[in-house]
C-alpha cells in the first residue's frame, strides 16, 4: 500500500482525535482545522487517490492503541503476560488510574480512527471527483464503516458508555457530549458492519497476499459474527459465520481439513512473508518509514533481552514476558506452545539474533534466568522475527519497528466464534458443524479430535489458539463476574523469583476515562443517555 494518509492534502494533518489530541501530538482537538476549510482540489480525482485514502486507517491511526495499550490492558491485565515495567503494569494488580499515559493513547488512538471513518462517511461523496467510479466510492465507505465499527467495538468493551460520534463538526463545535448507554454503542457497531457487508467488495484470500491487505465483506461478517456472540445472539452469530466458512474465502494456515492450506503451518501466521496469509480476516499494516509510528514494534517488546542475547533490533527488549499462569496452559504436543512461547531450550534456526557482539542465524533459548523478560524464566515467540535478516524480516526502522501485520482476528476464530453459537449456552454439543469447526482449530495444533465439547473446553481453546493478540480480557470480560475473578484471583501474576496474586472487583473490568479528556468534557462522567438512532 501506499504510504498516504487519508486526508493527506494540501493544508491538511492527520484527522483529529476525539475530545483530546490529532495524531501530530497536540492536545487540544479545537487545534486542527474544521472539515469545511480544508482544500482537496488536489485530491480525490481518480479512483486510486480514493482507495489510498484509507491506508491511514490500516496502521497509522491504531499505533498509539497497539504500541504498548493494548498489550498492558488486554493481555497484562487478563494475566497472559507479566511485565514489571512501570509504564504499562498497573493492569498486573489493578491499579490503573486516570492519569495512566498509555490508559491517554489507547483511548486517543480508538477516537482517531472513529475521526477519519467520520471524515470519509460525510464527506467522501461529494469530495470524488467524476472521473471515480461508484463501486470504489462505495468500496472505501465500506471500509470506513468497517473501522469505526472495530475502533467502537473496543471502546465499549474496555470503557463501557461511550460518546456515539458521527459528525466531527458538531462534536468540534459542542465538544462536551455526553455519554450513551452499552446498548446504544452496540446497536451502531452493528449497523456500521451491516453497513460494510453492504458497500464491500467480495474476496477470495489467494496465495498472492499482496492483494489481501484491505477488509472485505466477508472480513465485516466475521466481526459482526462476534459482536452478535457478545450479545449471545447466537443464531446470528451462526448464521454469519457459516456465511464466511461457505464462502471459501479465508482458510487456516496448516491442518489437513477443507479448511486448510496443507503446505503451511500454525507458527507461518506469524512470518514477514505470510502476511495478509489466506488466514487473515482483519490486520493492521504496518509501513516502516522515517517517521515515528509507523511500525509494530512487538519484536522488541515481545523478545528476549539479557545484554548478551537479544532478538530486537533496538538497544532494549523484553518489555512483556508472559505470565507464570500461561507457561503451563500448552500440552507438550501442541504446536502452539513453541510458536507461542519462547522456553528454555526452544531452537529457532530461522531467527537471527545478536549474541555478544556478534550476530547469528539460529539459536537456542538459554536458560530461565537468562532470558530477560522482566523475568519470567521465558519470553514470548508470537511476532517475534528477531534481528533484521533480508526477506526473512523485511525492513526495520530507527526505533526498531517493523513491517511483521498484527492481527485483529483471524479465521481460526471464526471457526471457534462457529462452534460456540452452535454450543449457544447449552452444558456441551456433538453436533457434527461444531466438531468440524472446533476440531479443524485442534488438528491444526497437533491435538486429536474430540466427539463433544463445553463451553469451558471452548473458553480455553480460544485461550490457546489468540494468547498475545489481545483477545482473552475481553473473553474474560464475557463471564459472569464472580467467574472471572475467580479465575484472575487463582492466577500467578508474579514472576520466576515469587509468585503474586490479585483479585479483581467489579470496577476493575471497565477503565477509567482519561483525566485531562473528563477536564474538558465533563459530562463523560454523568450517567449515559440514549442515543437517538
Given at each position: 500500500m501506499k504510504t498516504l494518509y487519508i486526508l493527506n492534502v494540501k493544508k491538511i494533518v492527520t484527522a483529529a482525535l476525539l475530545f483530546g489530541a490529532i495524531i501530530s501530538c497536540s492536545n487540544d482537538f479545537t487545534d486542527r482545522p474544521s472539515e469545511d476549510s480544508i482544500d482537496t482540489s488536489n485530491f480525490y480525482q481518480t479512483d486510486e487517490q480514493v482507495k489510498a485514502s484509507t491506508d491511514a486507517l490500516y496502521y497509522k491511526t491504531w499505533f498509539p492503541f497497539n504500541n504498548k495499550f493494548f498489550y498492558a490492558i488486554s493481555e497484562v491485565g487478563s494475566g497472559n503476560m507479566y511485565t514489571n515495567s512501570s509504564d504499562v503494569n498497573a493492569m498486573r494488580n489493578f491499579s490503573i488510574t486516570a492519569v495512566d499515559p498509555e490508559l491517554n493513547s489507547g483511548w486517543q488512538s480508538l477516537w482517531a480512527n472513529v475521526a477519519q471513518a467520520n471524515f470519509l462517511i460525510n464527506n467522501l461523496k461529494t469530495l470524488a471527483k467524476p472521473g471515480v467510479s461508484l463501486s470504489t466510492i462505495n468500496n472505501v465507505l465500506g471500509e470506513a464503516y468497517f473501522m469505526r465499527a472495530t475502533a467502537y467495538f473496543y471502546l465499549v468493551r474496555l470503557w463501557g458508555p461511550v460518546p456515539i460520534i458521527i459528525d466531527n463538526l458538531a462534536t468540534s463545535s459542542s465538544p462536551q457530549v455526553n455519554t450513551n448507554r452499552v446498548e446504544d454503542v452496540y446497536e451502531l457497531?452493528?449497523?456500521?458492519?451491516?453497513?460494510?457487508?453492504?458497500?464491500l467488495d467480495n474476496k477470495v484470500r489467494g496465495s498472492n497476499y499482496a492483494d489481501n491487505a484491505k477488509v472485505s465483506k466477508g472480513s465485516a461478517k466475521a466481526m459482526l459474527a462476534k459482536v452478535y456472540l457478545y450479545d449471545k445472539n447466537y443464531a446470528k452469530a451462526k448464521e454469519l459465520a457459516e456465511e464466511v466458512i461457505n464462502s471459501g474465502e479465508f482458510k487456516l494456515l496448516g491442518g489437513t481439513s477443507q479448511y486448510s492450506v496443507t503446505s503451511k503451518s500454525f507458527g507461518d501466521l506469524f512470518k514477514y512473508s505470510n502476511n495478509n496469509n489466506e488466514e487473515s480476516i482483519f490486520a493492521l499494516q504496518?509501513?516502516?518509514?522515517?517517521?515515528?509510528?509507523?511500525?509494530?514494534?512487538?519484536n522488541t517488546q515481545f523478545g528476549i533481552s539479557n545484554g548478551t542475547l537479544s532478538t530486537s533490533n533496538a538497544s532494549?527488549?523484553?518489555?512483556?514476558?508472559?505470565s507464570q499462569d500461561i507457561l503451563t496452559l500448552y500440552d507438550a504436543n501442541d504446536v502452539r506452545r513453541n510458536e507461542t512461547l519462547m522456553l528454555p531450550g526452544n531452537?529457532?534456526?530461522?531467527?537471527?539474533?545478536?549474541?555478544?557482539?556478534?550476530?547469528?542465524v539460529g539459536f537456542t533459548v538459554p536458560a530461565a534466568d537468562q532470558i530477560g523478560g522482566q523475568g519470567a524464566g521465558a519470553a514470548i515467540k508470537k511476532y517475534c522475527i528477531g534481528i533484521e535478516n533480508g526477506t526473512y524480516t523485511g525492513p526495520v526502522d530507527g526505533w526498531g519497528m517493523m513491517n511483521n501485520n498484527t492481527y485483529i482476528m483471524r479465521y481460526a476464530e471464526l471457526?471457534?466464534?462457529?462452534?460456540?453459537?452452535?454450543?449457544?449456552?447449552?452444558?456441551?454439543?456433538?453436533?457434527?458443524?461444531?466438531?468440524?469447526?472446533?476440531?479443524?482449530?485442534?488438528?491444526?495444533?497437533?491435538?486429536?479430535?474430540?466427539?463433544?465439547f463445553t463451553f469451558d473446553d471452548i473458553f480455553r481453546e480460544r485461550r490457546k489458539e489468540l494468547a498475545f493478540e489481545g483477545d482473552f480480557w475481553f473473553d474474560l470480560g464475557r463471564l459472569p463476574r464472580a467467574q472471572a475473578i475467580a479465575i484472575m484471583a487463582a492466577q500467578n501474576r508474579g514472576n520466576m523469583y515469587g509468585p503474586e496474586y490479585f483479585t479483581p472487583d467489579e470496577s476493575d473490568f471497565t477503565l477509567p476515562y482519561p483525566a485531562n479528556d473528563v477536564a474538558k468534557n465533563p459530562k463523560l462522567l454523568e450517567p449515559p443517555v440514549p442515543y437517538q438512532f
Open positions: 457497531i452493528r449497523r456500521d458492519y451491516t453497513q460494510a457487508i453492504a458497500l504496518w509501513k516502516t518509514d522515517a517517521n515515528y509510528g509507523s511500525g509494530n514494534n512487538s532494549y527488549g523484553g518489555v512483556f514476558g508472559p531452537t529457532y534456526p530461522d531467527i537471527k539474533v545478536k549474541n555478544g557482539t556478534s550476530f547469528q471457526l471457534l466464534i462457529h462452534a460456540e453459537a452452535i454450543l449457544a449456552g447449552a452444558g456441551s454439543t456433538s453436533d457434527a458443524a461444531a466438531l468440524a469447526s472446533y476440531n479443524a482449530v485442534r488438528n491444526r495444533a497437533g491435538l486429536s479430535a474430540v466427539t463433544s
